[in-house]
RNA sequence: GGAGAGAUGGCAGAGUUCGGUUUAAUGCACCUGACUUGAAAUCAGGCGUGGGUUCGCGCCCACCGGGGGUUCGAAUCCCUCUCUCUCCGCCA
């Protein structure tokens, strides 16, 4: 969310920002009517409470003293009523403003490249040789199927329905390798807390990451998760727990930064990706994670992002996984991030780099919906947080990537040497 | 699943019986100053969050787990939801 001082004292140049940046239509008429109006509403409303708080405290003095209160109670008569109305007013007012500024995205840093869409975004490096074949490579449903039926969508399907899979044997502990040597690089190299967390969330959660109000149709809703009616979502991504952590909590300055690692399932919709990447493992509706999410001081979050995203970038380079990284331009950034990077892989019967990890910082935006503050030495007010997240990383696309890029001719795959001691030494699967 | 007790500022913790000088006591932590070579200790003062309004000093409003209700007036009474704790039962 951005400031609201933003669309009172500059909201022309806000709203000319956005457009001209992500695109978005800022109505600008519309808010300046609803803040007029919400002016004028809340002052006469907060006028209408004070004389009533006011008479009150007279009647309440005048009873004290054993005095007649009937006439006072007389000129109060109507208060109650304006006062209601003038409330329900307010209230709608605020409600509309509330929900035009939570759907705002945020806006991207001024060192974002300016562009509509993917194909304007930066390429900033390149790690690692694409392999060249002498034979031509399966992709990664043949290669792991070929392992004793180690990738299985039919079954998948069959339990839950389209995009979902089942994993066998080696290709299942590879992945579970995987997950787990992530995991490990992250907590004991670049010193991240491990962290485990609910996979149902609710949605004062969501709000404050930024997934509701707009983005609720992303998400699996579930009924009656409790014995309730709270309604809880399964997660899209870890960063959603991890960072809502300190949602309504005000840090001390030197509990800050704080970082957090944490693998989960994922789950998303892919509503509006009917027919994209239908084939595989790339998008399905449950896959692994691990996500990393910092918590800083705001002077710190660009250079935050800096190492978050080398931390991704680390898997893939001890994966032996070529890979680039792109700056996303202002246009492909998601609603929150106000600077992106993503990690592409070499996927090689694609021919082309996918995504594998996207590293963001939010700045303020999310810390403004949580209320996420930290109070520096000697400062009365607290300050809001920057967050920042990253995959680190996808793991199911890290499989695909490492069963493409790894398959030999006779249909095995060898395993990296970083992954090896989580596979019990083993150096490449093939099918028995 | 059954029975009971709770939720109050950064933290701890009064106030809730019986609604009204409570601008939520007090302590800890924190900040400023005094004392000190410096520190500690001590003393004095300050110190919740969000919002509105004002050039500013300031003034005003809301907030005692969430939502609703009763009332001229609610931390306090009523309803409801959530969460925590204790005991019993069940359970991976």
């Known amino acids: 969310m951005l400031d609201a001082k933003l669309f009172r004292s500059e909201l022309a140049e806000t709203a000319e920002r956005l457009k001209t940046t992500r695109g978005f239509e800022l109505d600008v008429s519309r808010l300046e009517t609803l803040e007029q109006q919400r002016k004028d509403l809340q002052v006469h409303t907060e006028t209408l409470q004070a004389e009533r708080n006011s008479r009150s405290k007279s009647i309440g003095q005048a009873k004290a003293k054993g005095e007649d209160i009937a006439p006072l109670l007389a000129a109060v008569d109507d208060l109650g009523a304006q006062l209601d109305s003038a409330k329900a007013e307010l209230a709608t007012v605020q409600d509309a403003l509330q929900q035009i500024i939570a759907g705002v995205p945020n806006l991207p840093d001024a060192s974002v490249p300016l562009g509509p869409n993917e194909d304007h975004n930066q390429e900033v490096s390149r790690w690692g040789e694409p392999r060249r074949f002498d034979f031509a490579p399966s992709d990664h449903v043949d290669v792991a199927s070929a392992i004793n039926d180690g990738m299985n969508f039919e079954l998948g399907s069959k339990l839950a329905g389209a995009r979902f899979v089942v994993l066998q044997g080696q290709i299942a502990r590879l992945h579970r390798a995987l997950t787990q040597f992530m995991l490990d690089l992250h907590t004991t190299e670049h010193g991240y807390q491990e962290t485990y967390v609910p996979y149902l969330v609710n949605h004062d959660t969501l709000f404050g990451t930024g997934q509701l ?4 149709e992303d998400l699996f809703h579930v009924q009656g998760a409790t014995e309730n009616q709270v309604a809880l979502s399964l997660i899209p991504t ?12 005000i840090a001390d300055e030197d509990q800050l930064p704080l970082q957090y690692a944490a693998h989960t399932p994922c789950f998303r919709s892919e509503a509006g990706s009917h027919g994209r990447d239908t084939r595989g493992l790339i998008r399905q509706h449950q896959f692994d994670k691990v996500e990393l999410v910092w918590l800083v001081k705001p002077e710190d979050s660009m250079d935050a992002l800096e190492k978050l995203t080398g931390h991704a970038e680390k898997v893939l380079q001890l994966l032996e996984l070529p890979y680039r990284k792109v700056l996303l331009c202002t246009g492909d950034m998601g609603f929150g991030a106000a600077r992106t990077y993503d990690l592409e892989v070499w996927l090689p019967t694609q021919e082309k780099y996918r995504e594998i990890s996207s590293c963001s910082n939010m700045l303020d935006f999310q810390a403004r919906r949580m209320q996420a503050r930290f109070r520096r030495k000697g400062a009365n007010k607290p300050e ?18 490492l069963l493409e890029n790894n398959q030999q001719e006779d249909g095995s795959v060898t395993v990296p040497v970083a ?3 989580y596979m019990g030494g083993v150096t490449r699967i093939a099918a028995e």
């Open 384 to 401: 809001l947080m920057h967050t920042l997240n990253g995959s680190g990383l996808a793991v199911g696309r890290t499989l695909v990537a």
């Open 238 to 249: 870890a960063e959603v727990p991890l960072t809502n952590l300190w949602r309504d909590e």
């Open 213 to 216: 109000p707009k983005f609720g």
């Open 419 to 421: 992954l090896q001691p």
